[in-house]
């Protein structure tokens, strides 16, 4: 599993939602083989800064704001 | 806007019950969109459907949920409903308001929406029905400045509901309001931005009473109980029974457990209480008499749920006893209920519950992973099947008692 | 329109300290009992003494803030400010002083707002939200409600039912509301499988989830479609596919209706907790007052009410009597909807020879 610095774990998630219509935060921490919790501080962290949103399809996902 | 006849909703005028299309017309006095929506009821009594959709993302900045998008199928005709969310107002711990709070609301729905509420949603917030995308952030900042918040929607925490409890409630068995007020604080994150597979409700009931529902509705039902003995004032036993209580058909008849005597000379009632299940009947029957002990705190059930995806559970002991102390801020409380979170976040798949999951990987799964003890409260009785399964754990603790030189009973499994 | 001001987050809900009464602050944790003074109003009794009444109010629970406001205005001239709302959509005033009482229930009463609800009543009808406002309802959840509460009104305001009556309602299969454990259950079911529509499906959503929505496993991709068919046997027209995909439209005004379920509590009174049981697996949807809705409930209720004995819920009748007997008292038919054949249905079969006959006329 990955270790990241905070710096370096929010460029990965903007890379990856960046490839994605959405995402489950799960996927996230799979995808960069990395601890979930820390993928939900971010997550959080990100959102409540303006830069993610979420949106719900059955169950919430997270995506780029504005990102169509 | 043009004023529509509107026969079918005007038959739901009539009647002593309040009428709520006599409450959307008040609103719709000075809101004309509520005109749109009651034109588009009317519809849907005629074509016998609904004229709403799903989908889109609204919501505020930060928030994941909170905001429910609605969108009208007919936006052509019906413009001023062509967008119609919901938002959801985290309510007060037992749903006590005072009437500055009520008129608070009020005035900011009257800013920022239709005027019509729900109060309450079946979720347990304020439901604030119907306003525009543009408008949503605006009425967040102004609930927000006058001390309101919102609840939960989407993957996430719900928000949490209490019975009235000690507030107005002899069985109490803990403060529901308090625990309420602080499990809804420490877990504003999960509660504001969805990162769980599905949703995960907790409801409060002071005691069995259960007037929550938590069992049917919660996925973590927190239900209060005694585990000492029902105290009894027997000069008010007495009372009753002078009053013409016919206490064997009305109470003793009624013990699920059949614990209770009653000495017809001295007029008093005794309980068996090794024996008592704590039902509440004799005490809801005779509440000046007999009131829960003294040894107070709360069971613990897990799995609640209606009936999508899979059949509907009620919630089942995973913690029969745990004490509910507010000097150490719930912290035991807090430990199992994070286990569980973890736990069910790690193994459940997309849009499955804990009770689901827990169905689906087995009770002894979930006790491992949440350090919960095995106890016959857990069940109405054991398996019946002999499909059971033996871990290398199991081995190694036999093995361990062997070495410590004890015999490990009912264990007939060998090297 | 928006301005760029955002406030505060996560600031939590009111703290529900404020907003309690003076002399529920003085006897907090400390009540003694309570009694019933009417229908309609408690009185709850301190340890010190002090008394405490609750008047109840029914509501629609769709509320006006003209409403909302008139409510706050009579709790400033009664009960110095102090109103909660119970999870059934009623409406309580509390109010130290005794003997404000019977003026604060002729002021409600006269505008139209019935006190009861208490005891052994029927108790406010919880429901969701129906064509009012979501996707899913396969009936209307005010419009029924309305209509069944005008017909069973008085008792509302009495108390001298059998036991404690509650009925709900959900309009679709989700049952947002405790439907499940309800003595009286009525929910909004569809009767055909979704419609398909194969380009909304390819454009618009996800075929996996869809595949894994469905409880019963009746969904399959349909590769050349980029779509996916439904297996009529399977589908059990849940509506939980049309939830996460709008493009399998499972609305059908022509063939949805209600079911009506009994039996159920979620108390742990005497009894554990019970879902409700199927007996009447269909009642069309008819706008605006559901006469044979309104007809069937009120059997359903009249039955218990001459058959029960005192102090014995809907569920508890139905178990002394048995569920076979249940159906010749309530004079409706037995069929294969009533036999379960879902998750978990063996063990709702009998497997005991003991049972009465029903059959012999
Ligand atoms: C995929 C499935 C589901 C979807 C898409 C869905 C969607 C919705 C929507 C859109 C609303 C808001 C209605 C409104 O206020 O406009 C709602 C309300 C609600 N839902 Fe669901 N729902 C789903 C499943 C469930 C299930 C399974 C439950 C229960 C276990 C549930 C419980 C609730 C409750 C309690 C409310 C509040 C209802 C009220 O106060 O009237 N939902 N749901
Ligand atoms: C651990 C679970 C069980 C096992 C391994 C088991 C095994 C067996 C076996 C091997 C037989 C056949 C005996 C023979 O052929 O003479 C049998 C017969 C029987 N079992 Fe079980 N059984 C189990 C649980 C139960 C339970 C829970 C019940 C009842 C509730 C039950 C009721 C019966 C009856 C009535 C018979 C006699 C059937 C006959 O004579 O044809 N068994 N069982
Ligand atoms: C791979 C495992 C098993 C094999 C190969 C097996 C094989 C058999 C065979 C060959 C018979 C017929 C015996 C006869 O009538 O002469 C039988 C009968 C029976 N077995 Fe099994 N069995 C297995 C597992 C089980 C288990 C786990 C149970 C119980 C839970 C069970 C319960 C029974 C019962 C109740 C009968 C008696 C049926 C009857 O009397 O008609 N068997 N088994
Ligand atoms: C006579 C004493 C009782 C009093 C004063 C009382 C009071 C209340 C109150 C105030 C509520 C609304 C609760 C809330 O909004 O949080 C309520 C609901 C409820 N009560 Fe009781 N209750 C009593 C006895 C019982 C008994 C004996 C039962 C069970 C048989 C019971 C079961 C329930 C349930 C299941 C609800 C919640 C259902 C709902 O309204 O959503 N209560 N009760
Ligand atoms: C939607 C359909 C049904 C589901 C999902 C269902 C599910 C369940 C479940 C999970 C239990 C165990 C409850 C518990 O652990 O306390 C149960 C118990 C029971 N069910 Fe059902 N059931 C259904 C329909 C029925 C029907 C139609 C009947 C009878 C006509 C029935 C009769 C019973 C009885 C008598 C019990 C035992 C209650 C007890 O143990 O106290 N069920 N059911
Ligand atoms: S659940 Fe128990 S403690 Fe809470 S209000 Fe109901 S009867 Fe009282
Ligand atoms: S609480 Fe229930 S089980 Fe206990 S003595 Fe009273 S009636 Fe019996
Ligand atoms: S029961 Fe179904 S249709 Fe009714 S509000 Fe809930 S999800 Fe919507
Ligand atoms: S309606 Fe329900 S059972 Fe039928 S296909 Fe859709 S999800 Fe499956």
Redesign the interface.
């Known amino acids: 599993m990955a270790d990241f610095t905070p710096e370096e774990l929010r460029a990965k998630i903007l890379e990856y939602l960046g490839k994605k219509d959405k995402a ?3 996927d996230i921490a799979t995808a960069l083989d990395t601890n ?1 919790k820390e993928v ?1 501080k971010m ?2 962290e990100m ?4 830069i993610l ?8 996902y ?1 995506k780029l704001k504005d990102k169509e | 806007m043009t004023e529509k006849k509107r026969p079918l909703l005007d038959e739901l005028k009539k009647g002593k019950w309040p009428s709520f299309v006599t409450e959307m017309e008040k609103s719709a006095e000075t809101k004309p969109v509520v005109n749109s929506l009651l034109n588009l009821l009317e519809r849907s009594f005629e074509e016998k459907r609904v004229h709403w959709k799903h ?1 889109g ?1 609204v ?1 505020v ?5 909170g905001v429910i ?1 609605r969108y009208c199928d007919l936006p052509e005709e019906y413009p001023e409903i062509a967008e119609f969310h919901t938002i959801r107002v985290n309510q007060p711990s037992g749903w006590f308001y005072d009437s500055k709070a009520i008129r608070t609301l009020c005035d900011v729905w009257e800013k920022h929406g239709s005027g019509l509420t729900n109060m309450h949603g079946a979720t347990g917030d304020a439901i604030l029905l119907g306003t525009t995308t543009p408008h949503l952030q605006d009425c967040f900042n102004d609930l927000s400045d006058a001390g309101f918040d919102l609840g939960g ?4 925490l719900r928000t949490p509901s209490a019975c009235c409890g000690p507030a107005r409630c002899e069985y109490a068995c803990f403060d529901t309001l308090d625990l309420c007020h602080n499990i809804t604080n420490s877990y504003q ?1 999960e509660l504001h ?6 949703k995960f409700k907790i409801k409060i009931s002071g005691c069995p009473n259960d007037c929550t529902s938590s069992i049917a509705r919660a996925d973590l039902s927190i239900i209060g109980t005694w585990r000492d003995s029902i105290r009894v004032n027997q000069e008010a036993v007495a009372e009753y029974v002078d009053n013409g209580l016919p206490i064997k058909s009305a109470v003793l008849d009624y013990c699920p457990t059949k614990c209770i005597s009653f000495d017809k000379e001295k007029k008093e009632m005794n309980i068996d209480n090794e024996n008592c299940t704590r039902c509440m009947h004799c005490i809801s029957v005779m509440p000046k008499a007999l009131r829960v002990g003294k040894e107070k705190g709360a069971t613990l059930l897990l799995g609640g749920k209606a009936t999508i995806v899979q059949s509907a559970f009620l919630s089942w002991v995973i913690k029969p006893f745990i004490k509910l102390d507010k000097e150490d801020n719930y912290a035991e409380l807090k430990e199992i209920m994070e286990k569980i979170w973890e736990w069910w ?2 193994n459940a798949k ?2 499955e519950r804990v009770g689901e999951l827990i169905y689906r990987k087995g009770m002894g799964e979930f006790l491992k992973a949440t350090d919960l003890e095995p106890v016959p409260q857990m069940v109405h009785h054991p398996r019946t099947n002999p499909y059971f399964f033996w871990y290398p754990e199991d081995f190694a603790a036999e093995k361990e008692a062997k070495d410590a030189n004890k015999e490990v009973a009912g264990s007939e499994v060998s090297e | 329109m928006t301005n760029p001001y ?1 406030a505060k ?1 996560d600031i939590g809900p009111p703290n529900f300290w404020n907003m309690l009464p003076q002399v529920i602050k003085d006897n907090y944790g400390n009540w003694l009992y309570h009694e019933k003074v009417k229908p309609g109003v408690l009185k709850h009794v301190g340890e010190t003494g002090d008394e405490l009444f609750t008047v109840r109010v029914g509501s629609p629970r769709l509320l006006s803030i003209e409403t909302l406001r008139w409510f706050a205005d009579i709790a400033d001239k009664y009960c110095d400010g102090h109103l909660r709302f119970t999870s059934r959509h009623n409406v309580e005033f509390l109010l130290a002083d005794g003997t404000k009482v019977d003026a604060l229930v002729d002021e409600l009463e006269a505008a139209g707002w019935p006190v009861g609800g208490t005891g052994k009543s029927l108790k406010n009808l919880i429901h969701t939200q129906g064509w009012i406002h979501c996707h899913s309802a396969a009936t209307d959840a005010s419009g029924t409600v309305k209509a069944v509460m005008d017909d069973l009104y008085d008792y509302f305001k009495k108390d001298d039912l059998p036991a404690k009556l509650k009925i709900s309602m959900a309009c679709c299969l989700n049952m947002c509301g405790a439907v499940h454990c309800s003595d009286i259950a009525f929910v909004g079911v569809h009767r055909k499988i979704p419609t398909i529509d194969d380009n909304g499906v390819a454009n618009g959503c ?1 075929i996996p ?1 869809v595949v894994a ?1 469905c409880p019963t496993g009746a969904i399959r991709p349909n590769p050349k479609a980029k779509s996916v068919t439904i297996n009529e046997e399977k589908c059990m027209y849940c509506g939980n596919c049309y ?2 995909c709008p493009s399998l439209s499972i609305m059908d005004p022509e063939n949805d209706g209600i079911a009506i379920f009994v039996g159920g509590k979620v108390s742990n009174t005497r009894k554990g907790p019970e879902f409700s049981k199927l007996v009447i697996p269909f009642i069309p949807n008819e706008p605006p007052r559901w006469d044979s809705l309104v007809a069937a409930i009120r059997n359903l209720v009249e039955i218990w009410v001459k058959n029960a004995k005192k102090g014995e819920r809907y569920g508890e009748w139905i178990e002394r009597i048995g569920w076979e007997k249940f159906f010749e008292v309530a004079n409706l038919p037995f069929t294969d909807k009533h036999i379960d054949d879902f998750t978990f249905s063996v063990p709702t079969f009998r497997t005991t020879t003991q049972f009465k006959f029903t059959d012999k006329k």
């Open positions: 489950k935060n799960r979930k939900d997550v959080n959102a409540k800064e303006g949103e979420f949106l719900y399809l059955g169950t919430s997270v | 989908g993302i919501g900045r930060g928030y994941g949920g998008g929607s989407g993957s996430n994150d931005r969805p990162m769980w597979p599905y976040d790690e997309v849009r | 955002y987050t996800e989830n929505s939830s996460v």
